[in-house]
C-alpha cells in the first residue's frame, strides 16, 4: 500500500516533499486534497497533499512523519489539484507556491476553515414608537431600521456595508435590543429578481445564441465589440442560462474598481447568493467566498485575477470582461495570466468561454481569425447611443494652464454651461511627477531606483510609485538650500487644484488610487460620478475601464505622448487600447459625445489611424508588423529575470544561463540578452533580462522543462534573486 506523502509545501523548490503519515494515522483517512501539518526544519508549515507513493525520493529511514491531518475532507477536488499541479508546470512555477497560493490566507497559515457567517440582515420590530424614539437618542441605529424597512424589512449584508460605512457597532446594538436579526439567505428571502425592459440588439441576440449552442462542451469566443455595446447585457443573458441548468459561472474583471457596480447589477438580475473575490476584501470575507464557491452554495463566482484559481465546481461558464487588460497578467512572484488560465479551466470543464472587450489584444484577435475562438461582433452601440467624435488637439507653441490647453479649457467651459459632464484624464496620479530646484537644477531621484520621485503635495510628501520609498517635501533644496523648488509636469491631484479654481460652481471628483485608498471610498466616488452629482470627473484609468457614465458627452485626454515612444513592443498596442477606452466613456446616454485629445505629435501614424479609422484598423497594421518582426503572438517568449544588490552579480548570473542555453537548446531558441532592465535600478537592486524566443510554444515548453531546473545548479544562482516568466507582458 502507498505511504509515502507527497505534499506540496510553500518554498522555492521546483518539486514535493516527502513525509510519512502521521503517527497512529491510517493511510485510508489520507486523501490528495488535505492540508496537513509538517516540521519543516526547526519549525511547522502547513502543506497541501498532492499524491501518496510506495517510493520516496531519499532512504525510508530518513523522512520524518506529518505531525496532523488539517482537514478531514480535501479543501481542493482531484480535479481542481490537477489543475493547479498543470498550471505550475506551464509556468515552470515552484508547485507548493501555485497549490498555497489557490487557499485563502488564513488557510494557507494552517488555521481551520470559518463557520459560515450570516449574510442577510431583518428587521424584527415594526413598533412605530421605539424606532421613532431612536431618531432623537441614536440617529445611526434609526437610518439603518428606516433603510432596512424602506428595503421591504431585509437586505443583504453586502448591501448593508456598501450603504454603511463602520457599521458593525451598530449592527451589534440593534441585535442587542432585540430589534434585528441576523441569518442565512434563502429562496423566501430573496429580492424578485429583475427583467430587462428592452430588447437585445441583433448583434447581441446572435451572440447569445452562438454561444448557447455550445454549452456543454469546450469552445473559446471573442467579444470584439465597441464601447457600450452591451457586452454585460451578453454576459447576463448566458449567466442566466447556465445558472438554470445547475451549473457555476465564472466572471473575471481586471479592476476592483469595476465590481461593486457589477455586484449590484448581477444581484438583481442572477438568482442566489453570490461569492466576491478580491484584494479589496479583508481575508475572512475572501473565505467565505472562497468557501461558498467550492461548495457549490454561490453559483455565481465574480472576481479579479486570483479568482481564476479558486475551486469551482460544476463550471458552466467563463467570462473573461476587458480581456486585453494587462491586470489580468500577475507580475510578481506567481507570474501566471488569469486569462490565459481562464481558457484552460473552461477547456477542462467541458464549458465555453466568452472573452470580451472593445480593444481585444493582439494575441485574441490573431486566434479569433486564425479559427481558433469564435469571432462574435458588436459594431454599434445599444440603443440610440452614438460613438463619439473624437480630434486632435495640437499643442505645440500653445501656452498651456498646468497642462490644458486654451480650447480645451473653452470646451469643458461650453459642455458644462449645458449642464452635462465631462472627464478629464491623466494616466499620472500625484500632483507633480518631479520637484525640481531652478536654482542648481537638483531633482527628486529615487534614492533606490533609476526613478524620480513623484509629488505629493496633499500628504506633503515625496514618493517613488516604483519602490514606496517616500520622505517629507522639502521647503529647501536638498543640495544647494535654496527655496527656489517648483514641481514640473502635472499629475491628477494638480489638475483637480486648476479646474476647482477655473470651474469652482462646478462639483468635482477626482478618482485615482490616492482618492480612493480606504475601504468604500472608490464606490462612493463612482456613485457621484454615475449619478451626475459631479459634473467634472478627473482621474486615471481608474475612471476609464469599465464603466458606464450616461452624463458624460465630453472626454479629454491630458496627454498621448507619452506611450506613443515606448521601448516595450507593446507600447503601441496599450496605448491604442487606452485612448479607445477612455473616448468609450463619452455619449454613451442620450447627448452624443466628444473626445479631445492633446498630442505635440498630430501626424503620429497611431493617432491618425485612431481618429480617422478605428481600433480594428490599427490592430490589422499591427498584427502584419509583429509577423514581419516574428514578435508574439506571432512566436513565444519566456523572460529570466534577476536581480543583485551589485549590476554585474546580476548580469554575470544570466551570462551564465545564456551558455547554459547554448549547451542544451538548439538553433530554434533565440537568445537575447543578457541586458540591463529598462529600468535597472529598482528598490536597491540591480535587475537584468534573458529573453529566450521560439516559433513553437510546445517546443520552448520542452526546453523550459529540463532548463528551469538547471538554472539553480548554476554558481551564481545563490547569490542573486532570479524569477521565470512565461508569456511576460512586461519587459520592464
Request: glycine share 8%.
Amino acid at each position: 500500500m502507498s505511504s509515502i506523502l507527497r505534499i506540496a509545501l510553500s518554498a522555492p523548490v521546483y518539486g514535493l516533499f516527502d513525509y510519512l503519515p502521521p503517527g497512529n494515522v491510517p493511510v485510508e483517512r489520507l486523501t490528495p486534497g488535505q492540508r496537513l501539518l509538517v516540521p519543516f526544519g526547526h519549525a511547522e508549515r502547513c502543506g497541501i497533499l498532492v499524491s501518496l507513493s510506495d517510493q520516496a525520493s531519499v532512504a525510508r529511514h530518513k523522512l520524518r512523519a506529518a505531525h496532523a491531518i488539517l482537514d478531514e475532507t480535501p479543501l481542493l477536488s482531484k480535479e481542481h489539484l490537477a489543475f493547479l499541479c498543470w498550471v505550475a508546470d506551464y509556468y515552470h512555477h515552484p508547485p507548493g507556491e501555485v497549490l498555497l497560493s489557490a487557499l485563502p490566507v488564513r488557510l494557507r497559515k494552517g488555521k481551520p476553515p470559518l463557520l459560515p457567517r450570516p449574510d442577510r440582515i431583518r428587521i424584527c420590530t415594526t413598533d412605530a414608537e421605539t424606532i421613532a424614539a431612536l431618531a432623537r437618542r441614536a440617529p445611526r441605529q434609526w437610518q439603518l431600521l428606516d433603510w432596512l424597512h424602506k428595503q421591504g424589512g431585509s437586505a443583504s449584508m453586502s448591501e448593508l456595508r456598501r450603504r454603511f460605512d463602520n457599521v458593525h457597532g451598530v449592527v451589534r446594538a440593534l441585535r442587542s435590543k432585540g430589534m434585528i436579526s441576523l441569518g442565512m439567505a434563502d429562496e423566501s428571502t430573496a429580492a424578485p429578481l429583475q427583467q430587462p425592459a428592452f430588447t437585445m440588439e441583433l448583434e447581441q441576440a446572435q451572440a447569445v445564441a452562438a454561444v448557447t449552442s455550445r454549452l456543454g462542451q469546450y469552445q473559446a469566443f471573442l467579444l470584439d465589440g465597441v464601447t457600450g455595446s452591451g457586452k454585460t447585457e451578453v454576459y447576463l443573458r448566458l449567466a442566466q442560462q447556465v445558472l438554470e441548468q445547475g451549473r457555476s459561472v465564472l466572471f473575471l474583471v481586471p479592476e476592483i474598481s469595476l465590481t461593486p457596480q457589477l455586484i449590484r447589477r448581477l444581484e438583481k438580475r442572477l438568482p442566489g447568493p453570490m461569492a466576491v473575490l478580491h484584494s479589496g476584501r479583508s481575508d475572512r470575507e475572501r473565505e467565505q467566498a472562497w468557501q461558498l464557491a467550492r461548495k457549490s452554495q454561490a453559483r455565481v463566482i465574480l472576481g479579479t485575477r486570483s479568482a481564476v484559481l479558486a475551486p469551482i465546481p460544476d463550471l458552466g461558464l467563463v467570462l473573461v470582461d476587458e480581456e486585453h487588460d494587462s491586470s489580468y497578467k500577475q507580475q510578481e512572484g506567481f507570474r501566471y495570466s488569469a486569462r490565459d488560465m481562464a481558457l484552460v479551466r473552461a477547456q477542462r470543464a467541458d464549458c465555453p468561454v466568452l472573452l470580451g472587450s472593445a480593444t481585444p489584444s493582439l494575441e485574441s484577435l490573431k486566434n479569433a481569425m486564425d479559427g481558433r475562438y469564435g469571432w462574435l461582433r458588436l459594431t454599434r452601440r445599444a440603443g440610440k447611443a452614438q460613438s463619439p467624435r473624437m480630434q486632435l488637439l495640437d499643442i505645440r507653441n500653445q501656452r498651456l494652464q498646468g497642462g490644458l490647453s486654451p480650447a480645451l479649457l473653452l470646451a469643458l467651459e461650453e459642455v458644462l454651461s449645458r449642464g452635462r459632464q465631462a472627464m478629464v484624464f491623466l494616466n499620472r496620479r500625484g500632483y507633480a511627477p518631479v520637484l525640481t530646484c531652478y536654482s542648481c537644477g537638483w531633482l527628486s531621484d529615487c534614492p533606490r531606483c533609476d526613478a524620480r520621485q513623484t509629488m505629493h503635495r496633499r500628504q506633503g510628501k515625496l514618493v517613488c510609485h516604483h519602490c514606496g520609498n517616500e520622505r517629507s517635501l522639502p521647503q529647501h533644496c536638498p543640495s544647494c538650500g535654496s527655496p527656489e523648488l517648483h514641481p514640473l509636469g502635472q499629475g491628477t491631484e494638480q489638475l483637480e487644484q486648476i479646474l476647482q479654481q477655473r470651474f469652482p460652481e462646478h462639483p468635482l471628483v477626482r478618482i485615482d488610487r490616492d482618492a480612493a485608498s480606504t475601504k468604500g471610498s472608490l464606490d462612493q466616488l463612482l456613485a457621484q460620478a454615475r449619478d451626475g452629482r459631479a459634473s467634472l470627473l478627473v482621474g486615471t484609468q481608474m475612471l476609464a475601464k469599465g464603466h458606464h457614465f450616461p452624463g458624460v458627452a465630453l472626454v479629454t485626454l491630458v496627454d498621448v505622448d507619452g506611450g506613443l515612444f515606448g521601448a516595450d513592443f507593446r507600447a503601441a498596442e496599450r496605448m491604442a487600447q487606452l485612448i479607445i477606452q477612455v473616448a468609450g466613456r463619452a455619449g454613451r446616454g442620450k447627448h452624443p459625445g466628444r473626445v479631445l485629445m492633446q498630442t505635440r505629435f498630430p501626424d503620429h501614424p497611431l493617432l491618425q489611424t485612431l481618429v480617422n479609422e478605428d481600433y480594428a484598423a490599427f490592430a490589422r497594421e499591427a498584427l502584419k508588423e509583429r509577423v514581419q518582426a516574428e514578435l508574439p503572438p506571432c512566436s513565444f517568449q519566456t523572460l529570466i529575470r534577476a536581480s543583485a544588490t551589485r549590476a554585474e552579480t546580476a548580469e554575470g548570473f544570466l551570462q551564465q544561463a545564456a551558455a547554459l542555453v547554448k549547451k542544451m537548446a538548439d538553433q530554434e531558441i533565440q537568445v537575447w540578452g543578457p541586458v540591463p532592465a529598462p529600468m535597472q535600478k529598482r528598490a536597491g537592486r540591480y535587475r537584468s533580462h534573458l529573453l529566450l524566443q521560439a516559433g513553437q510554444r510546445n517546443l520552448l515548453q520542452r526546453f523550459l522543462g529540463a532548463f528551469v531546473p538547471a538554472l539553480s545548479s548554476l554558481p551564481d544562482a545563490g547569490r542573486v534573486r532570479w524569477s521565470v516568466d512565461v508569456d511576460p507582458l512586461d519587459l520592464y
